[in-house]
């Protein structure tokens, strides 16, 4: 089976931009990439933001061999032939255009770029040979992966050829840790683009954009108006049905039992 490991990126104060990203491959390269992640690392757990920080597991290290070992693993993502994508949103952009939106939901980004993620992830396996299921495992959030789960139920009814599992892991997954690497790196880039466009390109994310194996999406302006209503959260759902159903069952209204909803009906081919 393929597996895709994942995780998300946001600046410090999640008040410019969110990213989820993914990286793809099969067995034998994942295998061979965890095995060069541990040995570089002797022990230590990845987190892009410490190590560039010196917080965690890298509090005392010399800022040059932060530097020089944060280059290092991305020169072996770039080497691993894993193939990337993520979804970044605008945060800024998003308050402006659809303010309500991060008031009645303010985990949406995280949803809307997971969503995203997957189904592109989920497209690039198709294309595998020998072709596959793929697994998919992020790095585990109490906040998110539960209504995370129930949104994967959602994509599996659209895409059941190509999806197995869902699972959260720890970051103490050498896999996980790579895919932060990857999603820190485009969050940085999007940040940059949006607020600082006069700022270089970092070395790393040069790296990785020249192996021609990592594709992104920047939704920005009035996109996201669009995009965040084609998911399931927002829109997809006959408001009449979803009350009755919900009146039915004596459920509350909350993102858990829409996209329990929206699963439902997926199910049933569109009725519910």
């Not at 299921?133 to 998110?144: A, G, I, L, P, S």
């Amino acid at each position: 089976m393929l597996s895709v490991f994942g995780d998300e990126s946001h600046d410090p104060t999640k008040a410019r931009v969110f990213a989820v990203a993914g990286l793809l491959g099969d067995g034998n390269q994942w295998a061979s990439f965890r095995q060069a992640w541990n040995a570089h690392l002797n022990g230590s757990i990845f987190h892009a933001a410490d190590c560039e920080s010196g917080y965690g597991d890298f509090r005392g290290m010399p800022e040059t061999d932060r530097h020089r070992l944060h280059r290092d693993l991305t020169k072996m993502v770039a080497e691993s032939g894993l193939l990337g994508y993520g979804h970044v949103i605008d945060l800024a952009g998003c308050r402006a255009v659809v303010p309500s939106v991060l008031n009645d939901f303010p985990d949406m980004p995280y949803y809307d770029c997971f969503l995203k993620t997957v189904i592109k992830l989920s497209d690039f396996a198709a294309h595998f040979i020998p072709r596959d299921k793929v697994e998919f495992t992020f790095d585990q959030h109490k906040e998110t992966q539960y209504n995370a789960g129930l949104l994967y139920e959602w994509i599996t009814t659209h895409k059941p050829e190509n999806t197995g599992p869902v699972s959260f892991a720890s970051r103490a997954e050498p896999g996980v840790q790579a895919a932060d690497l990857w999603a820190r790196e485009l969050m940085k880039r999007c940040d940059t683009h949006l607020f600082n466009d006069r700022a270089r390109a970092r070395p790393q994310w040069n790296t990785i954009m020249g192996t021609k194996r990592f594709q992104f999406h920047f939704t920005l302006g009035r996109e996201l108006a669009q995009t965040l209503d084609e998911t399931p959260l927002l829109a997809g759902l006959n408001p009449a049905d979803y009350e009755q159903w919900r009146s039915e069952n004596k459920l509350v209204d909350n993102l858990s039992k829409r996209f329990r909803y929206a699963s439902l009906v997926a199910g049933a081919g569109g009725r519910s």
